[in-house]
């Protein structure tokens, strides 16, 4: 039987070597490239389609969402070691890929430079991981204490943005959204140095973290630039 860990699948001790480390990164980087494949094929479809999944219920929606969410979490988890486990996230990716869709197709039909605005959210996306890759790669300082703080900022974000569905506050989403740009970007930061430290040693488990950092921070960042930069038909 091969050994999965050679391949740089999840090994249950610590990563004792630093070419061990880096070859769980680069594993990491690449599956984290592939994965936004999935995500683009599925935000197209989406638009193509017009799917606007839990329009008239945004509550019920985010309560669907979260257990979806949270059932591939837990099936990816499981299969950590293993290339189900792979296919599973890929399969997620292609699931968030729908679900931003709605934002992608607000953003098209609503404003004359709609295209220009994603583009523009890529590249400060890009540019922002880029800049908190390099820091966690060059940095001497652990910023692993600062995981705990951004998971209480996240519950945070998520009561604020659950409560908005109601309140319909504008200061409200708009204050969410920058927050949610700067600790999904901190979390970059964390996640990317955790690998590098060896804190993470699962590549699967490694990019769906950085995944879902670096979709945060492009969704928020798009939706800000709307906000802030939209050109109205």
Request: proline fraction near 1%.
């Amino acid at each position: 039987m091969s050994d999965l860990n050679s391949y740089g699948f999840g090994q249950s001790g610590s990563i004792s070597t630093i070419e061990v480390r880096n070859r769980v990164l680069r594993n990491t980087y690449a599956l984290l490239a592939l994965s936004m494949i999935p995500t683009v094929i599925g935000a197209w479809l989406g638009v193509a389609m017009g799917l606007n999944l839990f329009a008239g219920s945004p509550f019920i929606g985010f309560i669907v969402f979260m257990a979806v969410a949270f059932g591939f979490f837990w099936a990816i988890e499981k299969n950590k070691d293993s290339g189900i486990g792979v296919l599973l996230l890929l399969g997620f990716t292609f699931f968030m890929g729908i679900i931003m869709s709605r934002l992608v197709g607000y953003t098209l039909n609503s404003y004359s430079n709609g295209a220009s605005l994603i583009m523009l959210s890529f590249g400060g996306t890009a540019a922002i991981f880029a800049v908190m890759a390099t820091i966690a790669t060059v940095s001497k300082s652990d910023f692993a204490g600062m995981g705990k703080w951004l998971m209480v900022g996240v519950l945070l974000l998520i009561v604020a943005s659950v409560a908005n569905i109601w309140m319909q506050l504008p200061a409200l989403m708009l204050t969410v959204m920058v927050l949610a740009i700067a600790i999904f970007s901190a979390f970059i930061l964390v996640d990317v140095q955790r690998v590098i430290n060896g804190g993470e040693t699962n590549y699967i488990m490694a990019t769906l973290s950085i995944y879902l950092d670096v979709y945060n921070v492009f969704t928020n960042l798009l939706a800000l630039l709307g906000i802030v930069g939209g050109n109205r038909d």
